[in-house]
């Protein structure tokens, strides 16, 4: 009863901060310098709110797109394919070692990239050319509500950065609010596999460990500090994960050919069949749907495990 | 005396590499154990048959090409290996067997093309040709893959990369039983080879008027060499260092001979590998490390150690 | 009795491929036991090739190569190697290796493919070490030895294989005279004594003059003398072959070439 109320508090939040946004973005910008600090720890200084954005980033993408800005990006990587509307926008490559010269042509006078050793180096590189180019880091929802709020004051829609970064700061508030596990409840115990040979499989540094968190479920692979880690087939055996998390993008009913590999079976998960499928678009990185993601978890893990 | 310590060093890399492990099993469970029965155990014999089968491989290729740096990787094996592999990921194969069978598939593919480089005049093969062409067919297939790899939007090709550098994590009674069926026949030509290769140190025509059918010898050890590291390449991918260094150890203890040579490279390089990927799956424990960077890390002290040995009698 | 017919070329001719000229053309070679053939001719002659051919490892274009009634493209090299032991002109030292290992490479036609080596085998050696006095030498790595001592082993595992036929390519080409002479005793008392069949392949003509029972003389692929050697090195013949004017002198009753220098000419 309490999770329910719990949950359409979440929603009305995020539908507030939506219909604000709406009616933000009919305003003018405000006129004057506009100067944030990103993640890279850079100083970037506008002197207005920027009108052609190129977002390196789907995460940033959605992010334009629910503080009403979306109508501002001229340039966006060809993961970006949400919200529906995105897919018009011209596709300056993958996005992954940024195409410099791409991301030029489309003319920008904001650049916004996730932090990674490749991009720093893309965004020095377009600040010579002239390029306001921002970095923002994207492990994990606190990261987003920052970005949120950083995007906000760049695009001149604060108020809309702020609500739904309080929005998401909340989400992540709320998982210790969670009840307690019991004898009677215990945890759910997942482990997300990435890849079959060797075995690599998601530890603390990454958005999905943050999402078993916020669903009430323990990683089993909690306690190894990386974002993803190769180990040992018998350690999966070993920590016995009561289900398996994977990530596939596409909606092909067929389970993946390694779970019915001999050595493989030694895992209770895959004998028991309780293997969980989330989609990559919506779960393999932080965003603006991360209320959505949480419910969806939570609805597939109750299914899985009854 | 020798043969002596390499059976205990053999038996001992077995016995750690069952009773070893980052998960905690206690001695009195290991018979009864799961995690021993069914991962640990085919794990070990496993690599033990891969590392034995590279380090014959590499000491039969040293032999035919006449050249102390040749090693498996030469072959251009891996690199068809390593397409093949990619391809079957790219295309969406979802067999559970899909991979090794792919893997296999391209290292005979490139053993087919640089076989037929290194017909010179269409009838006696050239080694050194062989060698050429095989690092040539690996360059470029590598290349191709690499391509393949970074013009492609799905992540899984970038994990294949994961798997290339090497791993026997994919061991399982199924891989043991097959490569047991497969590898006597490769084997056992090689061993049989040993007199011959000898014959051949001296010079194709030397060993010609000795007896030596060199163009049948020439031909079958380098089948052979290539279908035992094509299997090893498609079982656990591309362990380097194994098939270069083993035969060189071996040859400071046991001289040049081959019939004493080979044998003793089987069984060094199946220790070595059991005991490295033993240290692979404890040192960083519940981290795994790739294998091949173990067998360096093991194997360049040892060999530093055996060639003060022979430096200083 | 007429001696044991070993080795039987007849009127061959070669051509290497993509050559214009004809690396062998219509010559013959006959090896007998007990006898010792020596093979002469300048650099590029053909003797080499004509060794290649007799042995079956190059298919002659007319004419026939037999050992032993056999023709010897039919030979395995298994079964010939048994026949047949060959001083090679050059060999590659792959590996370090010691007399006795050398030697016992010669029995690789005779062992079995898994067996290990009999005592039949190390006794084989033996004699081989025995027969070309270089015992003392068993234990020695090979890049120890003098060249005449190497020379002497290699000729030793020839003869651990007990063949019938024993052919040398310039085996003297590097050894000085005392070393020379020893060798070339060695292979007549082979001739001699175990009744082996020699062929010998040497640029030193008038060593194999001394030693030879008959000579074949080859100049551009041709034969321009076969026969004993005082009918064979007369000085047209040396003189037109070698394209050097040359004295001939008698030594031993054996003819001895001694090339002049450019005055001694018109003298």
Known sequence: MRRWAHRTHLAGSLLFAVAACGRESRHAPAPGRISVVDDAGRTVALAQPPTRIVSLSPAVTELLFALGAGDRLVGRTTWCDYPPAARRIPSVGDGLNPNIEAVAARHPDLVVLYRSALNETAAAQLARLGIAAVVVQQDRLEDIARAARLLGHLTGTDRAGASLAAALEQLVASSRMLPPPSPGRPRTRVAFVVWDNPPVVIGAGSYLDELAGLVGAANVFHDIAAASVTVGLETIVSRDPDLLVLLRDSATAEPPGFLRRPEWRAVRAVRQARIVYLSGSLFARPGPRAAEAVAEFRRRLEEAMP | MRWLGLMVVVVLALALAVVLGPAHVSLADLTTSDIVRSLRLPRALLAFLVGGSLALAGAGLQALVRNPLADPSLLGLSGGAGLGAVLAIALHVNSPWALPLAAFAGALGAMALVYRLGLVGGAELDPRILILAGVAVGAFTAAVTTALVSLSDAAELRNAFLWLWGGLSGASWDSVLLLCVYAPLPVAVLLAAARPLDLLALGEEPARHLGADVEAVKRRVYLAASLLTAAAVAVSGVIGFVGLVVPHAMRLLWGHRHRPLLPAAFLGGGALLALSDTVARVAVAPRELPVGIVTALIGVPVFVLLLRRWTAS | ?267
């Open chain 3, 1 to 267: 009795m007429d001696r044991e017919l070993i080795l039987d070329v007849r009127a061959v001719s070669y051509r290497y491929p993509e050559t214009a000229r004809d690396a062998l053309a219509g010559v013959s070679l006959v090896a007998r036991a007990g006898e010792v053939h020596a093979v002469l001719g300048p650099n590029g002659s053909g003797k080499t090739t004509l060794l290649r051919v007799a042995l079956g490892l190059a298919r002659p274009a007319t004419g026939s190569a037999a050992i032993l009634g056999q023709p010897a493209a039919a030979w395995s090299r298994r079964d010939l190697a048994r026949i047949v032991g060959v001083v090679p002109q050059r060999e590659d030292h792959l590996f370090p290796q010691r007399v006795r290992e050398t030697v016992l490479l010669g029995r690789y036609p005779y062992l079995s493919v898994w067996g290990a080596e009999r005592p039949e085998d190390q006794a084989a050696v033996d004699r081989a070490l025995a027969r070309c006095d270089v015992s003392s030498l068993a234990t020695r790595w090979i890049w120890t030895l003098s060249g005449g001592e190497y020379q002497r082993v290699r000729l030793a595992r020839a003869l651990a294989q007990e063949p019938k036929l024993l052919v040398l390519d310039e085996p003297t080409a590097s050894l000085d005279v005392r070393h020379e002479m020893e060798l070339f005793e060695l292979v007549r008392a082979l001739a001699d004594q175990d009744g082996l069949a020699v062929v010998l392949i040497t640029h030193h003509v008038n060593l194999a003059a001394r030693f030879a029972d008959r000579v074949l003389l080859l100049a551009d692929g041709r034969t321009a003398g076969d026969g004993a050697p005082a009918d064979v090195l007369t000085r047209e013949t040396v003189e037109r072959v070698f394209a050097w004017p040359v004295s001939i002198a008698s030594f031993d009753g054996r003819p001895q070439m001694i090339p002049l220098r450019k005055q001694e000419e018109h003298s």
